[in-house]
């Protein structure tokens, strides 16, 4: 166990869709990152959030939106979905900036 | 931004060879991570390691930050070690991001 909870561990959903995958970082990181995970794309950065704040802006859809909450979960919205947007999604996360990543389990969703 | 090169992009093992896996990466860096993708999807964290050398157990890691460069040794491997392994590194100077190579993907043969 990483320490980074993600759920739900697997989604099925329909296109047109939308879904919430929730993150819990490690006890006292402040920073949260997403990432998607595609066959084609590899690993992509999505969103990045330090205490609460955004930090940085990715290769991430406007169909896509994320927040970290004041107790420092975080939680990814994807709607609208395209079959396209099938993909492993990744939380990690770290003490302070730049400075040792853990992931999460990640969330595997699947558009039908 | 910053480019992560891993080779060999495969590699193929029996039971017991050791191996070394190259990351070379275009700019310096604040932060590199080796990462093992095991089948199930799980990214597991090797090593944190912007520089210098680590040892955990059977695998080892060496960054030579100058020469923008990384290896991960794998000795006596095992079919536990299959998967894909992954350089990640997070830019000096730019965001905070962890900016991923394509991986090499290991096979180990009993």
């Known amino acids: 166990d990483s320490g980074v909870t993600q759920t739900p561990k697997h989604l099925i959903t329909a296109t047109g869709q939308r879904v919430t995958l929730r993150c819990s970082p490690r006890?006292?990181?402040?920073?949260v990152y997403w990432y998607q995970q595609s066959l084609d794309q590899g690993l992509q950065f999505l969103i990045h959030?330090?205490?609460?704040?955004?930090?940085a802006k990715g290769n991430i859809l406007e169909r896509f939106s994320a927040q970290q909450f004041p107790d420092l979960h975080s939680e990814l919205n994807l709607s609208s979905l395209e079959l396209g947007d099938s993909a492993l999604y990744f939380c990690?996360?770290?003490?302070?900036?730049?400075?040792?990543?853990?992931f999460g389990s990640g969330t595997r969703l699947t558009v039908v | 931004g910053i480019q992560v090169e891993q080779s060999p992009p495969d590699l193929i093992l029996q039971e017991g060879a050791n191996s070394t896996l190259r990351c070379n990466f275009s700019?310096?860096?604040?932060?590199l991570q080796w990462f093992h993708q095991n089948p199930w999807g799980q990214l597991i964290n090797l090593f944190y390691?912007?520089?210098g050398t680590k040892q955990n157990g059977r695998l080892s890691a060496t960054t030579v930050a100058t020469e923008r460069y990384s290896l991960l040794y794998i000795s006596s491997s095992q079919t536990t070690d299959s998967g894909v392994y992954f350089c990640?590194?997070?830019?000096?100077?730019?965001?905070?991001?962890?900016?991923f190579g394509k991986g090499t993907k290991l096979t180990v043969n009993p």
């Open positions: 990690a996360s770290s003490p302070t900036l730049s400075v040792g990543y853990t």
């Open positions: 959030y330090y205490n609460g704040e955004e930090r």
């Open positions: 390691i912007p520089s």
């Open positions: 700019d310096s860096v604040n932060n």
């Open positions: 990640a590194v997070v830019a000096q100077g730019g965001s905070e991001k962890l900016v």
């Open positions: 006890s006292g990181d402040l920073s």
